[in-house]
């Protein structure tokens, strides 16, 4: 409801279209830290209570790859390609998979998101599950 009407004039993903206003956020051209590995059926703000609470620590340093913002929403031929996410996850080389909710996590309910998981052990990559604040409160309650 917010990146593809604001992308549309120029086909591109969110973080195209800041780069091609000159966005301070861009204006680094960091590499990303960590790829975020999600279910697009989860809450959206469930996702960022995860990533803000995973990375509390380190919040102002921290630079995810989020496919939401980097991946053109206007175009399905960038999202099937598998070469290039299993070198995007090499290239990064740090993994974190939302696991929300996590009595029965969404992300190993999906391919896709199974398949990340699948190139991040075969890259040999660094991998993490995330949960929000209450989300760890029930699992360290339940164990």
């Not at 604001?6 to 830290?33: M, W």
């Not at 960022?48 to 609470?53: A, M």
Request: net charge negative.
């Amino acid at each position: 409801k917010i990146v593809k009407p604001k992308t549309e004039r120029l086909q591109c993903s969110y973080v195209d279209l800041l780069r091609a206003i000159q966005h301070p956020a861009c204006r680094e051209g960091k590499k990303a830290d960590v790829y975020v590995s999600h279910s697009w059926a989860s809450n959206f703000l469930a996702v960022v209570d995860c990533l803000l609470h995973h990375f509390a620590d380190r919040l102002d340093t921290i630079t995810v790859w989020f496919d939401l913002f980097t991946i053109n929403q206007h175009s399905w031929i960038q999202w099937w390609n598998l070469e290039s996410t299993r070198e995007g996850i090499r290239d990064i080389g740090y993994t974190v998979m939302m696991l929300t909710p996590w009595q029965d996590p969404v992300a190993l309910t999906r391919a896709w998101c199974l398949f990340e998981l699948y190139c991040t052990h075969k890259e040999g990559c660094r991998f993490e599950v995330a949960m929000g604040t209450k989300e760890r409160e029930d699992f360290v309650a339940a164990i």
